[in-house]
């Protein structure tokens, strides 16, 4: 038996009379009821796989209050159709605590486990035993290197990153990473995949970051640094990005609301692979701050306090 060292998910095979390739999936860890919803609602069986039945009953508990809240919106002038939507979705998802009497037979595995390297290659290394040979695997992560991940299975080419953004119901974009060892059917395969389950896929290669955090990370560090510096109060700040450049949050609402050790965790990363760079480097202002454990919206206090 394998068994996850968080949530894991698997998708079982979409039906072929839906027009799109069959396709299995595994999936780990926090964005576990989400996916779901939007995988089981888009016509994928699923297969929800943890350690223990009382995990799995709290989490198919988790995945059906979510559901509710999209059917209400989804359907808030038909009641009926809102109960169908529900019933239905749910028919399609079952549970079992053996990673491996599934993943043998999946067409596509993606993981969305703790952002530990270690924990990750041991994950992989394990489900590469199971796992048939056509079998793609893809990571969600949003701060490791992809290639890293990759090298600890037998099948580089059928290997990338799959990276899905929250509220994923809500959220249309999804980063697929590409390394110098992926082949070409799997980059297609995957693209294909996330359109079957409504988003848009934009493709980046194994780059720090990928796309969007590349880009936001070294915008929202070098809003503290200028904090920092006492050139601007962070409270002026926010409110010159929302009014001035449009955005919907300010930097240090944006860092509160994702999670300080979220952010220190992919700036440390980055730093580490790369020393000399400016924009990886570390912020006194956000170690303190995750060292007393004020980590933002999620602990009461960040950069601001919240009631």
Known sequence: MVTCPSPCTVYAQRPQSSGSAGVTCVLLLELIHLHLSVAAATGHTVVLVDQTEDILAKSRKGIEDSLRKVAKKKFAENPKAADEFIEKTLSSISTSTDAASVVHSTDLVVEAIVENLKVKNELFQRLDKFAAEHTIFASNTSSLQITSIANSTTRQDRFAGLHFFNPVPVMKLVE???????????????????????????????????????????????????????????????????????????????????????????????????????????????NKLVAEKKLGKKTGEGYYKYK
């Open 176 to 286: 697929v990473i590409k390394t110098p060892m992926t082949s070409q059917k799997t980059f297609e395969s995957l693209v294909d995949f996330t359109k079957t389950l409504g988003k848009h896929p934009v493709s980046c290669k194994d780059t720090p970051g990928f796309i969007v955090n590349r880009l936001l990370v070294p915008y929202l560090l070098e809003a503290v640094r200028l904090h920092e510096r006492g050139d601007a109060s962070k409270e002026d700040i926010d409110t010159a990005m929302k009014l001035g450049a449009g955005y919907p949050m300010g930097p240090f609402e944006l860092l509160d609301y994702v999670g300080l050790d979220t952010t220190k965790f992919i700036l440390d990363g980055w730093h580490e692979m790369d020393t000399k760079n400016p924009l990886f480097q570390p912020s006194p202002s956000l």
